[in-house]
């Protein structure tokens, strides 16, 4: 069996690593000419880091990235509402990591090319269709100019083309155009020094009063002990209709809430005035679609479930459907193989997909501010209790599939 993999994302190439170690022949075919470092950090739950252990990748990422201890909630005043230990601190086997997505992608592109061989991975393929036969499936190509590549034939074609899949199109012509949900997200990467325990990730504030999330995702990057710090802003404004996830904008786009946000733990307004480059990304998802598989073609990752990028979800679901969809192949016939996955994957991404949209994490910290009409408490538990904390939280944890008790299975 030869497996023909259409992208070199994250979901990408964790398929083929997994594939790999089943020993089954795939080859990795990306639209883009030359692998460039993109994007800003992530979170690794202990559900994808489980994945990336199976791969012998753990000691590599944590090489790159910080192994996140805590999570807690602030309110926009800077106010403690609640915390709770993560990954290994919180008794998982496995680490929570913190990592800029191009470290994370250039240990799996490396890894991919170590272990499969430097022609394995191959640049400048754009997909322009699929077309298959009760045996096998051709990919047809074009170099990045539009000019015709030769065509590329398999066992299966999983398509981990992206949001823009044109596998996805071809599959679902009809399919909506990405839905914007009235927000807008604002990145960046910062190089400052330690806060908190300096391997804690915070969440602060609400739509209404300015949102971010912010943690570090590499250690030690200079002679004065600074990190290099990740922060995420999101806040109540319509996207423009750009769908670019590297589109560079200045931060005065984006500061105004948080100007005056100078607290004991850490000086957020200087931070982000320090950051270099500044990203705005279309916060836009699309509706769970009622198939991915069409005979021996299925989709993956954010071609099959793109999701709003709450709760660090995105990329970690990407690698739950590589991991499972190299298992069943290595144990079932190709159509049932794709089958099966389509049968567990899809369900669990689509609650998920829906989730994110209204129920994230830190949406706790809007019942706070609701309840406090905005004005600093003198105690959290005047507020809310502490049952109702550990339910919304446990709560997520069901829907996004890391509860420590379910994740062996």
Known sequence: MKVVIVGAGIGGLTLALFLHKAKISCEVFEAAPAIRPLGAGLNLLPHATTAFSELELLDRLLERGVETSEVHFYT??????????????????????????????????????????????????????????????????????????PSEEGSVVIACDGIHSVVRKQFHPDDSAPIDHGTTCFRGVTRWKPFLDGATMAY???????????????NSIDAEGKQLINWVIEVKKPND?????????????????????????????????????????????????????????????????????????GAAQAILDARLLAELLATKEPLIALKEYEATRLPATADIVLTNRNRSPDEILRIVEERTGGQPFEQISDVISRGELDEWQSRYKRVAGFERERLPQ
């Open 204 to 218: 602060v504030g609400t739509y209404d009063t300015g949102k971010l999330v912010v943690y570090p995702i590499r």
């Open 76 to 149: 926009h005043h800077g106010q403690f509402v609640d915390g709770e230990p993560r990954g290994r601190f919180a008794g998982y086997d496995v680490p929570q990591i913190s990592i800029h997505r191009a470290d994370l992608h250039e240990v799996l592109l490396s890894a991919a090319r170590e272990r499969l061989g430097d022609e394995a991975v191959r640049l400048g393929r754009v997909c322009r269709s699929v077309e298959q036969d009760p045996e096998r499936v051709r990919v047809n190509f074009a170099d990045p100019s539009g000019a015709a590549l």
């Open 241 to 313: 209709g750009v769908r670019d996830w590297n589109r560079q904008v200045s931060i005065e786009a984006c500061i105004e809430p948080f100007v005056d946000w100078r607290f004991e733990w850490l000086d957020i307004a200087s931070m982000l005035r320090a950051t270099d480059e500044v990203l705005q990304y279309p916060m836009v998802d699309r509706n769970p679609l009622p198939f991915w598989t069409r005979g021996r073609v299925t989709l993956l990752g954010d071609a099959a479930h793109p999701m709003l990028p709450r709760g660090s979800n």
